[in-house]
């Protein structure tokens, strides 16, 4: 089960690095806007989480002879998610500080502006107000790591309980 975990957890650590840096590349080049790079972000994270779909396969049907419960697969996929967010939250933290250390504050410029242009009076000074919270937030490296990385695993939660789900196999 080890060995399993560790294969595709590094894959999978692998696969969002190096689709974050594809999508930093196109969306750099191409002139993205930001939401097209956060959907470009969403799918990265969604495929590189594919790999617990593969690692639980993988060990249900090359490792313990075609069978695993739903909790072991729920284990080895969690243990798996685990590695491509540390990895997410890892690189998102050396992107903002030494890739783009300007990207929090163009990124809340951009935000206010859009803010700006669809709300008024007390609405808009609120928003402001909660987006000002917000960017203190993110200016911290480790709130900015445990949230992108949180972020990463709550979806590899659920493709891993989505997994269990279908690949769960008793003798």
């Known amino acids: 089960m080890k060995q399993t975990i560790l294969r595709y957890g590094i894959f999978s650590a692998i696969t969002i690095c190096g689709l974050f840096l594809i999508g930093w590349f196109a969306g750099k080049g191409l002139e993205l806007d930001y939401t097209a790079q956060e959907i470009i972000g969403y799918t990265s994270m969604i495929l ?10 993988h060990y249900r049907d090359k490792v313990n002879n075609g069978s695993v419960s739903f909790g072991k697969a729920l ?3 969690l243990l798996i998610s685990l590695f491509a967010s540390l990895a997410f939250g890892l690189i998102d933290i050396i992107y903002i500080e030494y890739i783009n250390p300007n990207f929090t504050a163009e990124y809340y410029d951009h935000q206010i502006s859009e803010l700006k242009a669809s709300l008024s009076g007390p609405e808009l000074e609120s928003a402001l107000t909660k987006m000002e919270s917000q960017k203190e937030m993110f200016s911290n490296k480790f709130m900015s790591f445990v949230v992108m990385s949180l972020t990463v695993f709550v979806i590899g939660f659920i493709v ?3 997994s269990s789900l279908i690949l769960q196999r008793k003798k």
């Open 75 to 77: 284990i080895i996929g």
């Open 48 to 57: 590189s989480l594919s790999f617990v779909f593969l690692g639980i396969k």
């Open 160 to 162: 891993s309980l989505l």
